[in-house]
């Protein structure tokens, strides 16, 4: 099955300065990625996802780039401000045929942004 | 207003009572699953449902059961908790029946097994 191992577990940065997280994956046929961030004590929520077959997206300060060859993806948070500090998540779906749905996240990198 | 509701919040149980753990969406979604959360483990996926009475399991299904008898209920069942279930538990919801695209958390609901 899937397995995704994402680094680093814990990331701490200045405010103003980029943050990298990096996630490799072990499944090929694994085609969809999305990140979460979980703000302490809340639910986790939806901040960018990419599919195979787009290589990079943007939105605002946060990006997603996808190496399918290397099978890794990473997130880039750029002009980080404190209320980015939070635990981020990635994770990979298989969606055709297969394990159809079953989405599996790495263990998370908590990433604190000092002012 | 759109979203995922969960009961109880909080429950303290001891081992072997049975449990049922309620998760409901108002959003119309087909896909619905359950996650667990553990410290430096991240989220780990229980079963998930692409649709009514479509139900499979994910990567931790072992002492839990789920049901998917409505579009909109996909409750959570512990039928002889172990403290080893202790966790923060999750469920979520989204459009497709794939899993892609956003997935709806609900509040969490952590459970303690004595």
């Known amino acids: 099955g899937e397995n995704v191992e994402q680094h680093p577990s814990t990331l701490s940065v200045q405010e103003g300065d980029s943050a990298v997280i990096k996630c490799t994956y072990s499944?090929?046929?694994?085609?969809?990625f999305p990140w979460y961030k979980q703000e302490l004590g809340k639910r986790p929520q939806l901040i960018i996802d990419?599919?195979?077959?787009?290589g990079e997206k943007k939105d605002q300060r946060i990006a997603v780039t996808l190496n399918k060859t290397a099978k890794h993806f990473s997130l880039h948070i750029t002009e980080t401000q404190p209320e980015d500090s939070a635990v981020y998540f990635c994770?990979?779906?298989?969606?055709?045929?297969?394990?159809?749905?079953?989405?599996?996240f790495g263990k998370g990198t908590k990433l604190s942004v000092k002012p | 207003e759109a979203q995922v509701t969960q009961n109880p919040r909080y429950l303290i149980t001891v081992t072997g009572k049975k449990l049922t753990v309620t998760c409901s969406q108002n959003?119309?979604?087909?896909?619905m699953s359950w996650y667990r959360q553990d410290p430096g483990l991240g989220l780990r996926q229980i079963y998930y449902?692409?649709?009514?009475?479509?139900?499979d399991k994910g990567d931790v299904p072992e002492g839990y059961k789920v049901s998917r008898k409505e579009k909109r209920n996909f409750p959570l069942i512990l039928e002889s908790p172990s403290p080893n279930q202790t966790s923060l538990y999750f469920c979520?919801?989204?459009?497709?029946?794939?899993?892609?695209?956003?997935?709806?958390f609900g509040p969490g609901t952590r459970l303690t097994v004595l």
């Open positions: 979520a919801s989204s459009y497709g029946t794939s899993g892609i695209g956003e997935q709806f």
């Open positions: 449902s692409m649709n009514v009475e479509v139900t």
């Open positions: 959003m119309n979604h087909e896909y």
């Open positions: 994770a990979a779906s298989r969606v055709d045929g297969g394990s159809q749905g079953n989405l599996i």
């Open positions: 499944d090929s046929a694994s085609n969809y």
């Open positions: 990419i599919r195979s077959n787009v």
